[in-house]
């Protein structure tokens, strides 16, 4: 496996952890109140299961089992590119709701997460090909 897809893999999973934890305390915190600040890990929750786990699971296993060029998987620096900017559009959407602006962490994840889509799609696009192409 490439060290890329095993990084996002990994980081994956940790996200999984994560998002799961969060849900189940916003889920406790519903039923019994612990603390109203809890609901600030709400879009944390959202992203780390949605971006964090999801898409960088589809993201790491794609970089590793997308068709090659004989040995080489395209452009290996967009596909670095697109798994640094979905982590920072994570964290940054994440962390909104501890910051003083929210709306600019906010809209600097989404740009950064957008980022990440297009600078992937760009890497695998040569690799979409039938096997032995
Ligand atoms: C891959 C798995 C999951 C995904 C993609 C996911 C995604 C989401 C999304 C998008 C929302 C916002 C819904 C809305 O605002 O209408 C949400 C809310 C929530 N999730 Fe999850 N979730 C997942 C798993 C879990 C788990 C395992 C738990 C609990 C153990 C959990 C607990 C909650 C709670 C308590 C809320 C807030 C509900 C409310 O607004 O009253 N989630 N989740």
Not at 8 to 37: D, E, S, V
Not at 53 to 73: D, E, K, S
Not at 109 to 133: D, N, Q, S, Y
């Amino acid at each position: 496996m490439p060290r890329l897809a095993v990084w996002a893999i990994r980081a994956a999973l940790l996200y999984l952890a994560l998002g799961f934890t969060f849900g189940a305390l916003i889920l406790w915190n519903k039923g019994l109140p612990l603390h109203p600040q809890l609901w600030r890990l709400l879009p944390a929750h959202i992203d780390f299961l949605l971006f964090g786990w999801t898409m960088q699971l589809v993201l790491g296993v794609a970089y590793w089992i997308l068709p090659r060029f004989q040995t080489r998987r395209g452009n290996p620096l967009l596909a670095w590119l697109a798994f640094a900017l979905l982590n920072v559009g994570v964290w940054l959407v994440s962390m909104a709701p501890f910051a003083p602006a929210p709306g600019f962490l906010n809209l600097g994840g989404r740009l950064a997460e957008c980022a990440a889509a297009l600078a992937f799609a760009a890497h695998a696009w040569p690799r979409i090909k039938p096997a032995g192409g």
